[in-house]
C-alpha cells in the first residue's frame, strides 16, 4: 500500500477542517481508506450537511487513492485492467477440482459467495481456507491473516487447529493469525464492516470471513412490511464490503442461507436468501449441493466463469478433492 497513502491525514484533505475531522475520528473514520469505503448517507448522519458534499469528500479520497495507483483511473484502455487483473492474488480452497472451478482459488477485490442447504460444506470451506489464506503464494496462499466475522456461532478454533495440523502447518500459529470477531445482531454487524479496514491494516488481513451475511438480518426483519428496511441495510452492507474488497486488495468470502419455493414443481425448489441485492453484488455466485458423502459446487453466477459443476470432499484435512481423503472422509460435520 502506497506510504504516502498510509501517512496521509485526513485534514490533509480538501473541504476536511479541524471540527469535520473531528466528526469522522469520533465516527471511526480515522484515515483515507477509511473515508474512500464510507457511503455518504452514513457521512451525512456524522457531520451533518448535504448529501453532495459528503459525495465531494468520498470523491476526493479515491482520487488520492487514484493517484496513488491503489484504484483504476475513471477510464483507462481494456488491456491496462487486463494486466491488472494478472496480478490478483488467489488463495487455494484446499481442494484442486474446487479451485479449477474458479479459475485457480478465492480472488482477491471481489466478494465470493458460497450458498447452500446446511451440512454442505459452508463452514467447512470457511474454516479451510482460514489455514490456506496463510500459506506462502509459491503455495498458493495469500501469505496473510484472515478476519472471521461468525454470525452464526459456528466458527470452531479446534477444526481449524485440525486442518491446519493435518496439513503439515503448525496448528498454534495459524490460530495467532485467524482474528475472530463473534457478532450479536444486525447492528453490531453493520458496525463491524464499518470499521473493518482499520483491522485488515492491524492484522495484516488478506481474507475477510463473513459466516453468514444474512442470518441476522433474516432472523430480525420479518415479514413483509420489513422487507424493504431489510434490503437496503444488506445493499449498504455488501458494497461497502465490496469497496473494502477492492480498496485494501483484500478476498471477501460469504456464506449466504437458504430458502425454499414452494411454487417449484420443477427441478430444485431451493434458492439463495438476500434476494437480487445479495445476487447484484457479490462476484461470484457457488452452490453447494450434496452428492452423497461427497459435496457437488456448482458456479451460478460469474463475470467470467463457465457456469460448470464440479465435486469435493470434507475431510479431516478440511475441504479437499474426493481421491484424496486426508484421513478419512468427516461427513457428520457441518
Same mark, same amino acid.
Given at each position: 500500500?502506497?506510504?504516502?497513502?498510509?501517512?496521509?491525514?485526513?485534514?490533509?484533505?480538501?473541504?476536511?477542517?479541524?471540527?469535520?475531522?473531528?466528526?469522522?475520528?469520533?465516527?471511526?473514520?480515522?484515515?483515507?481508506?477509511?473515508?474512500?469505503?464510507?457511503?455518504?448517507?452514513?457521512?451525512?448522519?456524522?457531520?451533518?450537511? @448535504?448529501?453532495?458534499?459528503?459525495?465531494?469528500?468520498?470523491?476526493?479520497?479515491?482520487?488520492?487513492?487514484?493517484?496513488?495507483?491503489?484504484?483504476?483511473?475513471?477510464?483507462?484502455?481494456?488491456?491496462?485492467?487486463?494486466?491488472?487483473?494478472?496480478?490478483?492474488?488467489?488463495?487455494?480452497?484446499?481442494?484442486?477440482?474446487?479451485?479449477?472451478?474458479?479459475?485457480?482459488?478465492?480472488? @482477491?477485490?471481489?466478494?465470493?459467495?458460497?450458498?447452500?442447504?446446511?451440512?454442505?460444506?459452508?463452514?467447512?470451506?470457511?474454516?479451510?481456507?482460514?489455514?490456506?489464506?496463510?500459506?506462502?503464494?509459491?503455495?498458493?496462499?495469500?501469505?496473510?491473516?484472515?478476519?472471521? %466475522? $461468525?454470525?452464526?456461532?459456528?466458527?470452531?478454533?479446534?477444526?481449524?487447529?485440525?486442518?491446519?495440523?493435518?496439513?503439515?502447518? $503448525?496448528?498454534?500459529?495459524?490460530?495467532?493469525?485467524? %482474528?475472530?470477531?463473534?457478532?450479536?445482531?444486525?447492528?453490531?454487524?453493520?458496525?463491524? %464492516?464499518?470499521?473493518?479496514?482499520?483491522? %485488515?491494516?492491524?492484522?495484516?488481513?488478506?481474507?475477510?470471513?463473513?459466516?453468514?451475511?444474512?442470518?441476522?438480518?433474516?432472523?430480525?426483519?420479518?415479514?413483509?412490511?420489513?422487507?424493504?428496511?431489510?434490503?437496503?441495510?444488506?445493499?449498504?452492507?455488501?458494497?461497502?464490503?465490496?469497496?473494502?474488497?477492492?480498496?485494501?486488495?483484500?478476498?471477501?468470502?460469504?456464506?449466504?442461507?437458504?430458502?425454499?419455493?414452494? $411454487?417449484?414443481?420443477?427441478?430444485?425448489?431451493?434458492?439463495?436468501?438476500?434476494?437480487?441485492?445479495?445476487?447484484?453484488?457479490?462476484?461470484?455466485?457457488?452452490?453447494?449441493?450434496?452428492?452423497?458423502?461427497?459435496?457437488?459446487?456448482?458456479?451460478?453466477?460469474?463475470?467470467?466463469?463457465?457456469?460448470?459443476?464440479?465435486?469435493?470432499?470434507?475431510?479431516?484435512?478440511?475441504?479437499?478433492?474426493?481421491?484424496?481423503?486426508?484421513?478419512?472422509?468427516?461427513?457428520?460435520?457441518?
Amino acid at each position: 500500500m502506497a506510504q504516502s497513502i498510509l501517512d496521509a491525514e485526513l485534514g490533509d484533505l480538501e473541504g476536511i477542517g479541524p471540527a469535520t475531522e473531528k466528526k469522522l475520528r469520533d465516527a471511526g473514520v480515522e484515515s483515507v481508506l477509511d473515508l474512500a469505503v464510507a457511503l455518504p448517507e452514513e457521512l451525512v448522519e456524522v457531520i451533518g450537511g @448535504s448529501k453532495e458534499n459528503a459525495s465531494a469528500l468520498i470523491f476526493t479520497a479515491h482520487r488520492m487513492l487514484k493517484e496513488s495507483g491503489l484504484l483504476d483511473k475513471d477510464f483507462i484502455p481494456a488491456i491496462e485492467a487486463y494486466q491488472r487483473r494478472q496480478t490478483m492474488l488467489r488463495c487455494t480452497t484446499g481442494s484442486q477440482n474446487l479451485d479449477d472451478l474458479l479459475k485457480g482459488g478465492i480472488e @482477491s477485490q471481489a466478494i465470493t459467495e458460497v450458498w447452500g442447504d446446511y451440512g454442505t460444506g459452508k463452514s467447512q470451506l470457511c474454516h479451510t481456507v482460514c489455514v490456506t489464506a496463510q500459506m506462502p503464494s509459491a503455495k498458493r496462499g495469500f501469505a496473510g491473516s484472515v478476519v472471521y %466475522i $461468525d454470525s452464526e456461532g459456528t466458527f470452531r478454533p479446534e477444526r481449524v487447529y485440525q486442518i491446519a495440523q493435518a496439513r503439515g502447518l $503448525d496448528p498454534e500459529e495459524v490460530l495467532k493469525r485467524v %482474528i475472530v470477531c463473534k457478532v450479536y445482531n444486525s447492528p453490531h454487524l453493520e458496525l463491524v %464492516i464499518r470499521n473493518l479496514g482499520k483491522y %485488515i491494516e492491524k492484522f495484516d488481513a488478506k481474507l475477510v470471513v463473513v459466516d453468514s451475511i444474512i442470518s441476522l438480518h433474516r432472523a430480525e426483519f420479518l415479514g413483509r412490511g420489513t422487507l424493504a428496511e431489510r434490503q437496503q441495510r444488506l445493499n449498504r452492507l455488501v458494497h461497502r464490503l465490496l469497496r473494502i474488497a477492492e480498496i485494501y486488495n483484500v478476498a471477501i468470502l460469504v456464506t449466504n442461507q437458504v430458502q425454499a419455493q414452494p $411454487d417449484a414443481f420443477i427441478g430444485d425448489p431451493t434458492k439463495p436468501a438476500g434476494g437480487h441485492i445479495l445476487a447484484h453484488a457479490c462476484t461470484y455466485r457457488i452452490y453447494l449441493r450434496k452428492a452423497g458423502q461427497q459435496r457437488l459446487a456448482i458456479m451460478v453466477d460469474s463475470p467470467y466463469h463457465p457456469y460448470s459443476q464440479t465435486n469435493f470432499a470434507i475431510t479431516e484435512g478440511g475441504i479437499d478433492d474426493p481421491e484424496i481423503k486426508r484421513n478419512g472422509p468427516v461427513d457428520s460435520v457441518k
